[in-house]
């Protein structure tokens, strides 16, 4: 019999140390705490945009599996990429997101977020509305505004304007987008048209238009 329990015991503690390798107890949920995490989710993406930080932007820390950005333009149908389209166009461009940035060019980019409701207007304070929230999934809209300004052009220039509705999943770790869908106002410098797919990555800035390059 005392063997037998020896063997139990050993049995239960591998178990134990399998579980503690792979499968994660329960998440608790406190709904303040999640909705912190929500906007912190977001409001990181955000500073990955403005700094053109590829894993801040599009990295697996922000990007759950499966995940699909549809960009459009006024009543325009648009187009959709998946996280590997969206990746790679990012990484392509990176240098010359390096190069505009260069303390000598004085590049900067804002992408200020204000609630669906409220007042749109330059404050850089991101003020995302969450439409919905629960154990599994969280919706978040917000209006958003693209501000660029360079060395040669040293005031701020608005080149974009539109909506933003992002669906997230929660993980063990962390809140991740599954869905994004951005809608660009017709005026802006975008001019996206219909299923035009050679606009790269989210779309936002525009410095050739300021360097002229």
């Not at 940035?101 to 409220?118: E, T």
């Not at 999934?137 to 992002?166: C, H, L, M």
């Amino acid at each position: 019999m005392t063997k037998r329990i020896a063997i139990l015991a050993v049995l239960v503690a591998l178990a134990v140390a399998l579980a503690g390798c792979g499968i994660k107890p329960p998440i608790q949920w406190d709904e303040t705490e999640e909705r912190a995490r929500v906007l912190e989710a977001m409001n990181g993406w955000v500073d990955g945009v403005e700094a053109y930080n590829v894993d801040a932007m599009a990295g697996n820390g922000i990007l759950a599996a499966g995940f699909e950005l549809t960009i459009k333009e006024g009543s325009s149908s648009g187009y959709t990429k998946d996280a590997a389209v969206l990746k790679s166009e990012l990484n392509a461009d990176a240098g010359n997101q390096a190069d505009y940035r260069k303390p000598a060019n004085g590049y900067v980019l804002r992408l200020d977020i204000d609630n669906a409701a409220g007042v749109v207007g330059y404050d850089d304070v991101n003020a995302w509305t969450i439409v919905s929230i629960n154990k599994t999934n969280a919706e978040v809209v917000g209006k958003f505004e693209v501000y660029e300004k360079a060395a040669v052009r040293p005031t701020w220039w608005q080149s974009d304007t539109g909506n933003i509705e992002v669906t997230l999943v929660r993980t063990p770790n962390a809140w991740k987008m599954t869905n994004m869908t951005i809608k660009f106002d017709v005026f802006g410098t975008l001019a996206l048209g219909t299923g035009v797919p050679e606009i790269e990555g989210f779309a936002f800035g525009n410095p050739r238009a300021i360097f002229g390059w």
